[in-house]
């Protein structure tokens, strides 16, 4: 069998080069890069073909979803994550934890209890001012969300001094849905 060397070959390929020009070479360059890019695409279209040919499930395979809560179930879910009112302190206390942990500067805040009679839920309205990195804000109104479920973020409005200040201040209503005893 004959060998082939490598080094003739490559001269005569720089040869060729320089012979056709730079044109020529970059037109070789880009029909090598597509055929390699349409023998790479080939087979992963094959596969996709064949995954479309096969049949649908029926729907008598499919899984059945299970039934909808009742209301009744509904409305016991909701009166059961429903925090307590005598310990509403302590998820203020909460919130202000959980600033100081995303690093940011809180004020007092404005606190308001509400109660409808209707459904016998109290609501507790804190209106909280801070001031800190828009991360952190964020941060800290997802954890907030997370640690005390029966909460609601209702509105936040930031400010900024200057577009380059890297503190904003923002006002975030939080209102917590209690209930009276456990």
């Known amino acids: ?18 012979r056709a020009g ?10 090598a890069a597509g055929l390699g890019t349409w023998a790479w695409l080939l087979p992963q279209r094959a596969a996709l073909q064949e995954e479309l ?15 909808p809560p009742s209301a009744n179930e509904n409305l016991s879910l909701f009166y059961a994550t ?20 995303a690093g940011l500067t809180l004020n007092h805040g404005e606190y308001k209890f509400a109660h409808d009679k209707a459904s016998g839920v109290t609501t507790y309205q804190i209106t909280l ?11 800290f109104a997802l954890e907030a969300l997370a640690a005390l479920p029966f909460a609601a973020l209702d509105e936040v409005s930031f400010r900024r001094d200057t577009i380059a200040d890297p503190v904003v201040e923002a006002r975030l209503r939080i209102t917590l849905f209690l209930k009276e005893a456990p």
């Not at 001012?129 to 941060?139: D, E, L, S």
Request: with cysteine; net charge positive.
């Open 1 to 18: 069998m004959k060998d082939i060397q490598l080094a003739p070959l490559m001269l005569a390929l720089r040869l060729y080069a320089m």
């Open 22 to 31: 730079g044109g020529a070479c970059l037109a070789v360059a880009l029909l």
């Open 53 to 67: 040919a096969r049949p649908l499930p029926t729907a008598a395979s499919l899984a059945e979803a299970p039934p």
């Open 82 to 101: 429903l925090g307590e009112k005598h310990h509403a302190e302590q998820q203020v206390k909460t919130l202000f934890d959980l600033a100081g942990k």
């Open 129 to 139: 001012p801070v001031k800190g990195a828009y991360r952190n804000i964020w941060q």
